[in-house]
T-cell receptor, first 115, second 115 residues
Framework: AQSVTQLGSHVSVSEGALVLLRCNYS??????LFWYVQYPNQGLQLLLK??????LVKGINGFEAEFKKSETSFHLTKPSAHMSDAAEYFC?????????????FGKGTHLIIQP | NAGVTQTPKFRILKIGQSMTLQCTQD?????MYWYRQDPGMGLKLIYY???????DKGEVPNGYNVSRSTTEDFPLRLELAAPSQTSVYFC??????????????FGPGTRLTVL
């Protein structure tokens, strides 16, 4: 069974500072990995996804994530935080061989941007 | 192109009442999903469908039913509402290729309270 662990339910950074949101996964097969963002009272929007083409994945809004198989990690980063980045961020995993049976989500990390 | 739409946005039910959460997508996606989101718990898969007439249980299906008579629609039915079903419900769909590689597009959610 696959699982996702997001370290830190809340992360606070200053505007302009580096954003680092941590995600570790467990999967019995090579995984597909995703980061989604959820703004208040809205649905989830895809930030980026890893599908084995490249270990460093660039997404929207200046975010990127690096897949590290040896560390079973897929941490999300952004060099300079903006106030508009304040939101809930979810890491998710899909079994490569799992067909269409949905995503397994982490519990989420609430990103707070301090002015 | 409206994407994934859900109705209603909000609903309050009494214990034992029933209701149907509606979900429609206009992207010609074969795969559709229902998730529930509880505070601090991420999203959990309730049911999914790989095409019209085909549905399957996810991680937390008890107390729910689904049907898929058309490609566009994937309603979720609560027969006997219980307080434990108080949650935010998200519908999602993914592209015809399906599998774990394709982006899931989410609706705006339905916030349900059972009293």
């Amino acid at each position: 069974a696959q699982s996702v662990t997001q370290l830190g339910s809340h992360v606070s950074v200053s505007e302009g500072a580096l954003v680092l949101l941590r995600c570790n996964y467990s999967s019995s097969v090579p995984p597909y990995l995703f980061w989604y963002v959820q703004y208040p009272n809205q649905g989830l929007q895809l930030l980026l996804k890893y599908t084995s083409a490249a270990t460093l994945v660039k997404g929207i809004n200046g975010f990127e994530a690096e897949f590290k198989k040896s560390e079973t990690s897929f941490h999300l980063t952004k060099p300079s935080a903006h106030m508009s980045d304040a939101a809930e961020y979810f890491c998710a995993v899909s079994d490569l061989g799992g067909g269409a049976d949905g995503l397994t989500f982490g519990k989420g990390t609430h990103l707070i941007i301090q002015p | 192109n409206a994407g994934v739409t859900q109705t209603p946005k909000f609903r309050i039910l009494k214990i034992g009442q029933s209701m149907t959460l509606q979900c429609t997508q206009d992207m010609n996606h074969n795969y559709m999903y229902w998730y529930r989101q509880d505070p601090g718990m991420g999203l959990k898969l309730i049911y999914y469908s790989v095409g019209a007439g085909i549905t399957d249980k996810g991680e937390v299906p008890n107390g729910y039913n689904v049907s898929r008579s058309t490609t566009e629609d994937f309603p979720l039915r609560l027969e006997l509402a219980a307080p434990s079903q108080t949650s935010v419900y998200f519908c999602a769909s993914s592209s015809p290729g399906g599998g774990g590689t394709d982006t899931q597009y989410f609706g705006p959610g339905t916030r349900l309270t059972v009293l």
